[in-house]
């Protein structure tokens, strides 16, 4: 159980700070080229390799993402173990609360009481799924 609710908190955690990468990469692209409509699919498909190239340079997002990636790895890992009726949920409660926390204290404009009601419903629901 431990190990789903380390997951969830390190996805949550890699979401909040991927999310900041993600605005610094659209400040990067307003600047750069855009496909001509008359583009041919070449031209395109360049210009989207590169825009992509563009955000994984961007260290704000790359680390957060490869530790992201570690943490997918460990949950296959914990698959073989666990029931799927149980990580599955415990997993994705965690992310989204640790998701809505980070973004908090990283400084996103979120509405408080909305966000600590949500995450205290789904600290309930966990319990829940646990005690079961």
Same mark, same amino acid.
């Given at each position: 159980? #431990? @190990?789903?609710?380390?997951?969830?908190?390190?996805?949550?955690?890699?979401?909040?700070?991927?999310?900041?990468?993600?605005?610094?990469? #659209? #400040?990067?692209?307003?600047?750069? !080229? @855009?496909?001509?409509?008359?583009?041919?699919?070449? %031209?395109? /498909?360049?210009? &989207?390799?590169?825009?992509?190239? @563009?955000?994984?340079?961007?260290? %704000?997002?790359?680390?957060? /993402?490869?530790?992201?990636?570690?943490?997918?790895? *460990?949950?296959?890992?914990?698959?073989?173990?666990?029931?799927?009726?149980? !990580?599955?949920?415990?997993?994705?409660? *965690? *992310?989204? !609360?640790?998701?809505?926390? /980070?973004?908090?204290?990283?400084?996103?404009?979120?509405?408080?009481?909305?966000?600590?009601?949500?995450? !205290?419903?789904?600290?309930?629901?966990?319990?829940?799924?646990?005690? &079961?």
């Amino acid at each position: 159980m #431990e @190990k789903m609710i380390a997951v969830g908190v390190v996805w949550g955690a890699t979401n909040a700070m991927m999310h900041r990468g993600a605005l610094l990469w #659209e #400040e990067a692209l307003k600047s750069s !080229a @855009k496909p001509h409509p008359h583009s041919t699919l070449a %031209q395109k /498909f360049l210009i &989207s390799l590169g825009n992509w190239m @563009k955000l994984l340079s961007i260290w %704000q997002y790359s680390i957060p /993402f490869l530790i992201n990636l570690s943490a997918s790895a *460990t949950f296959f890992y914990i698959l073989s173990d666990a029931p799927l009726s149980l !990580a599955v949920p415990v997993t994705n409660a *965690t *992310t989204f !609360a640790a998701t809505a926390i /980070f973004a908090i204290l990283l400084g996103e404009h979120t509405h408080l009481p909305r966000a600590f009601f949500g995450t !205290a419903l789904i600290v309930l629901g966990l319990c829940l799924c646990i005690n &079961s």
